[in-house]
């Protein structure tokens, strides 16, 4: 059957609310360094009060990933949840104007549209503290059966098992696309996330319910808990079927069932905040895996979007990614 | 009297929702490029559905010179309306963080707090479509007369003649700046707001209501009906005290009566977009005017100030000014 979507991304729809701050603001006010903090709505006004001048930008991993997805010409759906306010407002707009079908319905009334905090290093490292507000409230109500279905990857993030609900729209959304003969792929999201939820994540692997996975070089040794990154690549080949695992300034690799492909990171100007990165990455990749590529040049199109993307503040590229691709002979 | 602040603006107070565009969608719009065009709530909500994807900053031009100021170390306050609504917040919150005095109490509910659509076209040019909401409120009661009377030098936009109440607001901050022995300053805002309010402006300079005058060369010759540069420096110097006229690349001149002097913008690597050039031209020379440097002095950090912020998106620095202003050597 052919495809109305190349990707159908499953995610917190959340606004970023992004400044700058020194090492010593994290630690002050206990904040991870480079990881996602949920907050409640209390420690939410705390932090805000204390933030510098930020600016505003639509964002959460799987939005990003369908927006880069989008950027690059790709066919890309989302579900996510926001509420009737200003920022869903703004998520909505966003996520539409770049090419995306965002159909899923907003809350009508509180809680509001999910917010992160997310507080950049001079080392361009970025520490997020998450409101999920309207995001508690996804659920598979929110399924819409023919994008599930229609879609050539469903792409979920690991986050999605905060909330309360998500993981049964996941599910859902999974076995459907999974009948139509789909693929279904996710991102490990963060150490802590895969921390709190490793069993839960191990079995979606091993059950087949998902068939590619994202994740860092940190995400993945924390998934098999263990300090080697060629344990964890050999554990994570007999997992699933195929799988991209970045590392930063030292690219990624691509790990399928009979080949393991080193990608380079793309040389940048200058590291201004890692927002996306990873989202970027998985958006070239995906982009590049449903219109056919081979497995480098999908890991070299993630390189590039991942690439862009830090050298600017915010999590979805100002560039039109179509056309750096093509100036970079990508596509 | 000692001077509680080094600048106090004033200023409608505005959210900028930036994208980028090309030529043809200015023209398709009816937009003019590189003007303010203020718009109602109808088309705003028009102009939205055809935007790409934007980020959301604190802007408007007083704002930003208030910002810019507090930035390089100076003492800054700002008067300006908003409402009670996220996109208040998210103003109050960036310029009180920047460490701008802002207490003008916000209206309880509509018209919604203002915001600027800004359309940044690939020469870095930006063109604003600006729905004033709140900021239409803005009067007389609003004047703080112990910061009017506090602040060296309180500085206004010529926009605020679009607001109806908003120049009583200016006329009696001035009468209470110049009783303290103050100075008062104006930006001419642009070439059709100039048009709009000529003779008013003028009038302004030549009863001494403003002591130094801020503009762009199409400004100034906007103001004086002339196609020569140098017949509209020569009308200046003798409407009012001081005048700094910027010229993009070319740098700025300061006018004084006995003195012209030529200052050099600041070599840059890339122009991005030029939303706030003005203001943080502005916002560099009156740092450096408030605390007593040379004329010269005073522009070269308005060159600096506005040489960084054409390099990002969005209308206030991502750098601190300080810094930036130290390692140039020039504090």
């Given at each position: 059957m052919s495809a109305a979507y190349d990707v159908l991304c499953i995610g917190n729809a959340i606004v970023d609310i992004l400044a700058r701050c020194d090492e010593a603001f994290l630690r002050d006010n206990g904040i991870v360094k480079g990881g996602m903090n949920l907050i409640d709505s209390e420690r939410a006004e705390l932090l805000y009060a204390r933030m510098g001048p930020a600016i505003e930008a639509s964002g959460g991993s799987a939005g990003n990933t369908a927006a880069g997805v989008a950027s690059f010409g790709g066919r890309a759906a989302f579900f996510g949840k926001v509420s009737s306010d200003t920022l869903g407002d703004i998520y909505t707009h966003d996520i539409r104007a770049q090419g995306v079908a965002f159909d899923t319905a907003p809350l009508?009334?509180?809680?509001p549209t999910a917010r992160s905090m997310i507080f950049v290093t001079p080392d361009g490292e970025r520490s997020m503290n998450t409101y999920l507000g309207a995001c508690v409230?996804?659920?598979?109500?929110?399924?819409e059966a023919d994008k599930a279905a229609g879609a050539k990857v469903t792409y979920f993030e690991?986050?999605?098992?905060?909330?309360?609900r998500a993981k049964e729209a996941i599910r859902q959304t999974a076995e459907i696309a999974h009948a139509a003969g789909r693929e279904v792929a996710m991102t490990l999201s963060d150490p802590f996330c895969v921390d709190r939820y490793r069993e839960e994540f191990l079995g979606l692997m091993r059950s087949g319910t998902v068939d590619i996975v994202f994740a860092n070089e940190h995400e993945l040794m924390s998934l098999y808990q263990t300090a080697s990154l060629d344990s964890a690549l050999d554990a994570v080949r007999a997992d699933c079927r195929l799988a991209a695992v970045t590392r930063s300034e030292h690219g990624s690799i691509v790990v399928a069932r009979e080949q393991t492909i080193a990608v380079r990171a793309i040389a940048i100007d200058e590291l201004v905040d890692t927002t996306g990165a990873g989202d970027l990455y998985a958006a070239g990749f995906l982009f590049g895996y449903t219109s056919g590529r081979p497995l480098a040049d999908c890991g070299r199109l993630g390189s590039l979007a991942a690439g862009l993307v830090i050298?600017?503040?915010?999590?979805?590229?100002?560039?039109n990614l179509r056309e750096e691709a093509e100036q970079a002979g990508l596509i």
């Open positions: 009508a009334g509180d809680p409230e996804l659920g598979p109500e929110d399924v690991g986050y999605l098992w905060d909330p309360p050298q600017q503040i915010g999590p979805r590229p100002h560039k």
